[in-house]
């Protein structure tokens, strides 16, 4: 039987954290094993915010950087930059012909950066071309976190009033998004996510961060007036973060973290948090600083050669359902 393939994208913007890894690209590696891993470094989405071209440039490589460290690996999955392979944007196009705007009227990422960013047609548009990146691929499953979940659901629906307009063209992808860490909070305020663009870097962990910048962030999360480590994300939201953390580093369970934690404070907690993110991320930067610039080109401009290999003849077939194509 063919192996059920997989895609996911990351945006190049800012530094890849520790909501990031755990969300989503902890299971794009761990995906590698069983199937035909497609990712993709989606700068397109990138630009719908106002980015500094020189900066951006340098960003993008060290986001391809990150990725081969954390160890997606070109010799089992595909990776590229989405826009050296023009047919996401091609059948982005075609869906925005189909997409409702009432439908995306509602999603609240778009509503969100609108509000902070002042809004543009390509953010509106966003979720659109993510939902053409998945479906060029054919993709049965996207490993992603919580947040990207209503995108998903787009996504199928745009595949579904494809398909019974057009002809069985695309499957309907499933999202992959983990138990735990599917929604890391910003250390600074555990009732928002931890995100590339808060302006405060003391919310996040960057998995490039070095030990000392790890245990400060850890050491000032802010937590509550309590003493006691328990997971109860009503009460005590900013304790459940780092017990998530910690378990996903460490392999222990809840109630073993409260059995070993529980009344001993939380200074004593936070520092074991702390050594388990260092260590955790530790073979990442070596990994990171172990890779020269031009072989993170050479492999990502070979990824979009065989990305535009594969795209190709699904575009083929999308033109021809569409009249298009003869
Ligand atoms: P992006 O670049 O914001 O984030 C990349 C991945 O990280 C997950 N994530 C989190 N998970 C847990 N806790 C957090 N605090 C956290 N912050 C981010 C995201 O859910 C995502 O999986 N629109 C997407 C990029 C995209 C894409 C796609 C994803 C474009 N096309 C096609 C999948 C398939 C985005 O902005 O992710």
């Known amino acids: 039987m063919a192996r059920q393939r997989v895609f996911s994208g990351i945006q190049p913007t800012g530094n890849i954290h520790l909501g990031n890894y755990l969300g989503a690209l902890r299971n794009w590696v761990a995906l590698q094993a069983d199937y035909d891993c497609i990712y993709c470094v989606v700068d397109l989405h990138a630009i719908t915010v106002p980015q500094d071209p020189a900066a951006f440039l340098v960003e993008r490589g060290n986001a391809a950087k990150v990725l081969l460290a954390m160890g997606v690996d070109p010799r089992r999955s595909l990776l590229y930059y989405q826009s050296?392979?023009?047919?996401?944007?091609?059948?982005?196009?075609?869906?925005?012909?189909?997409?409702?705007?009432?439908?995306?009227?509602?999603?609240?990422?778009?509503?969100?950066?609108?509000?902070?960013?002042?809004?543009?047609?390509?953010?509106?548009?966003?979720?659109?071309?993510?939902?053409?990146?998945?479906?060029?691929?054919?993709?049965?499953?996207?490993?992603?976190?919580?947040?990207?979940?209503?995108?998903?659901?787009?996504?199928?629906?745009?595949?579904?009033?494809?398909?019974?307009?057009?002809?069985?063209?695309?499957?309907?992808?499933?999202?992959?998004i983990p138990k735990t860490g599917a929604r890391v909070m910003s250390l600074q305020d555990p009732t928002a996510k931890m995100s590339k663009s808060d302006p405060d870097p003391a919310g996040r962990v960057l998995i490039l961060d070095d030990p000392a910048t790890i245990r400060?962030?850890?050491?000032?999360?802010?937590?509550?007036?309590?003493?006691?480590?328990?997971?109860d994300w009503e009460k005590k939201a900013g304790i459940a973060n780092l017990m998530e953390v910690y378990s996903l580093f460490t392999g222990a369970s809840m109630q073993q973290i409260e059995a070993e934690f529980g009344s001993g404070g939380y200074g004593r907690f936070k520092e074991a948090v702390a050594e388990a993110v260092v260590a955790g991320l530790a073979p990442f930067r070596e990994a990171y600083d172990a890779l020269d610039d031009a072989a993170v080109h050479r492999i990502m401009e070979e990824g979009a050669v065989a990305a535009r290999d594969r795209a190709v003849p699904f575009m083929e077939g999308v033109f021809r359902r569409v009249g298009l194509s003869a």
């Open 84 to 176: 050296r392979v023009p047919q996401h944007a091609e059948l982005a196009w075609i869906l925005s012909t189909i997409a409702s705007t009432g439908q995306l009227n509602r999603m609240t990422q778009f509503k969100e950066k609108a509000d902070k960013a002042g809004s543009n047609l390509g953010l509106y548009s966003y979720p659109v071309l993510m939902a053409a990146d998945i479906l060029l691929f054919r993709a049965d499953a996207v490993p992603v976190g919580e947040d990207q979940k209503q995108h998903l659901e787009l996504t199928r629906d745009l595949a579904e009033r494809f398909n019974a307009r057009f002809g069985e063209e695309f499957p309907l992808p499933e999202p992959i």
């Open 216 to 231: 400060r962030r850890v050491k000032r999360a802010v937590t509550d007036s309590e003493t006691e480590v328990r997971y």
